[in-house]
């Protein structure tokens, strides 16, 4: 028989499959090392998709680290995994120990056909070898690139010893979903053969947009009508480029360039960045509505994080119709339009990023097209597109098995 023979016969036997199996037949254990105790991009992303796979019949049941006062209520079912405070002074991160006796118990009785792991932690190493000691379908989703963390922290020799692990962990399940195509491309290069699919993100269009912007609010952080508003979205972490970030708005005040940078978010690095930049204002958390507001307030939004496997905030931006500078690095070749959203620079060049910044900054005709090109470009991404993926792609694995 012909391979295009055999590649027809599988198709059509995995069509009548997924015919056979409704998603409610589904039984999804999805392992994560953060659901919901600190609040990141990556579990919003998972707690939207549990919500969606509930609404359409999946059992799910999730395991995760918990606290007694997490950063918000988690949707669907959570088992706690007992865990530890992350050392090197990033204690509000939980690292777990694996699956227990009492997590096996209670995933025997849940009785999972389909396994999920969301990080390639020892929980997620465990979880993996759980699903494949039972034969049971395997699917893992990535939503961070850990393998550039140690170059941030003075270790960058671990960097390729970080890729062998990642490697070897995404190589040994069923499917592979990442945020954008680049990030497939990624894994490609680093030599995972498993099949990758995409699980883009969407947005919440009411929240994210030009008509959220507010002067009066600017005003009451210091914020001119005339002031040219520079600003950060994320947790105060290292990895996000902080320094870059930092290095870039002291070259802005060497040229001449006039500016205000409004820092919204909070973290560890707080202390330290408010150090690096102190003329910043700095808006702390916000959420909902409010941070609707906040990115609609700033006039150009900058992202030198090169660990972004999408850049959710990077998207938010571009709704709100704000142009954006970022590294060119995953993420944000996906999502941003060069010279028509907003410009990419290589990821340490300070020159560039300044360049870039101070053209939108002087130019408001450019700015306003970018704004609209941008808010144009986000009108396509949708929540329930994207997390329909993903279930269309466990009964694929299901159909594959």
Not at 119 to 139: E, I, K, M, N, S
Not at 181 to 191: H, N, V
Not at 358 to 379: H, N, S, W
Request: contains cysteine.
């Amino acid at each position: 028989m012909a391979n295009s023979d055999i590649v027809a016969v599988a198709f059509v036997v995995g069509c009548r499959y997924r015919r056979g199996m409704k998603p409610s037949d589904l039984r999804v254990a999805l392992f994560s090392g953060n659901y919901n105790y600190v609040r990141d991009g990556a579990n919003q992303a998972l707690n939207l998709l549990v919500g969606h796979l509930l609404d359409r019949g999946v059992h799910v049941r999730v395991y995760s680290p918990t606290v007694a006062e997490p950063a918000f209520a988690p949707t669907g079912d959570l088992v706690d995994v007992p865990a530890m405070p992350l050392i090197g002074g990033r204690g509000e991160y939980r690292v777990a120990g694996g699956i227990t006796r009492r997590v096996r118990r209670d995933l025997e009785a849940f009785a999972p056909n389909l396994v999920h792991v969301s990080a390639p932690d020892w929980l997620g190493h465990r979880a993996v070898c759980f699903a494949r000691r039972r034969g049971l379908a395997t699917l893992a989703s990535l939503h961070t690139r850990f393998e550039t963390y140690p170059r941030y922290y003075g270790l960058p020799f671990l960097e390729p010893i970080f890729v062998w692990m990642l490697r070897r962990f995404y190589g040994r399940v069923d499917q592979v979903m990442v945020p954008t195509p680049s990030i497939a491309d990624l894994l490609e290069q680093w030599g995972v053969a498993t099949p990758i699919g995409i699980w883009s993100r969407g947005i919440n269009h009411d929240r994210f947009s030009p008509a959220r912007r507010d002067l009066a609010w600017r005003r009451a952080h210091g914020i001119g009508d005339d002031e040219m508003a520079i600003g950060f979205l994320g947790r105060l972490v290292k990895e996000k480029g902080l320094d870059i970030f930092a290095e870039v708005v002291t070259d802005l005040a060497r040229r001449g360039v006039p500016h205000k940078v409004l820092v919204i978010g909070e973290g560890p690095a707080r202390d330290w960045f408010e150090n690096q930049v102190p003329e910043a204002v700095f808006a702390g958390f916000q959420s909902g509505d409010d941070l609707g507001r906040a990115v609609a307030s700033m006039d150009v939004f900058f992202n030198p994080s090169i660990t972004e496997t999408f850049g959710n905030v990077t998207l938010e931006a571009m709704a709100a119709g704000v142009p954006v500078v970022a590294a060119r690095a995953t993420g944000a070749v996906d999502l941003i339009d060069e010279g028509v959203t907003g410009f990419l620079v290589p990821p340490r060049e300070v020159s560039g990023y300044s360049q870039a910044i101070e053209r939108i900054v002087g130019d408001p005709a450019l700015r306003r097209r970018m704004g609209a090109a941008g808010t144009a470009c986000a009108a396509g991404y949708q929540w329930e597109t994207a997390n329909q993926a993903v279930l269309d792609a466990y009964l694929e694995v299901m159909a594959r098995r």
